[in-house]
């Protein structure tokens, strides 16, 4: 294993175990429950929006499962404040490709920032659900926020 993949796992762990996001908002905009049927894992994500504009203001969450799951969700609450719903999208949009490489290329961090740690799961087919749900709930959020053109 490469220092950078150490780097990757070490991230992963530490965000599954002091979750950035964990907890639901107070006051919401957008609501989403996802469940993976092939592990069990589950989340429900909401997204609260800057009064007057398409930015998000904050990504709550609550959730149970495996630690890559809960990683990502965790990563994700870290990233999504401050962008509007066009690069939110743009941004699921290239997680949800490097997820698709098995493993292939090199993502691009200075997009991705540190979801890129997640490029090693893109190995493991049975991992791609885990790593997807929480941003799949926020894609389902996004459409009842601002459906897409």
Not at 75 to 97: H, Q, T
Not at 111 to 128: P, T
């Amino acid at each position: 294993m490469s220092a950078l993949d150490g780097l990757y796992q070490q991230l992963i762990l530490d965000h599954s175990k002091k979750r950035s996001g964990d907890g639901l908002l107070e006051h919401h905009d957008a609501q989403h429950f996802e469940r993976n049927p092939s592990c069990g894992d589950e989340i429900t994500l909401q997204l609260a929006m800057e009064p007057g504009t398409d930015t998000v203001a904050a990504l709550g969450w609550t959730g149970a499962g495996c630690s890559i799951s809960m990683a990502s969700a965790s990563v994700l609450s870290e990233m999504a404040p401050g962008m509007s719903v066009d690069e939110l999208r743009a941004l699921i949009g290239e997680f949800r490709e490097m997820l698709r490489s098995r493993g292939a290329g090199e993502p691009d961090d200075e997009v991705l920032g540190d979801a890129v740690a997640f490029h090693g799961v893109s190995k493991f087919v049975m991992r791609i659900k885990c790593a997807m749900l929480a941003w799949v709930a926020a894609e389902a959020c996004l459409l009842e926020v601002r459906p897409a053109s």
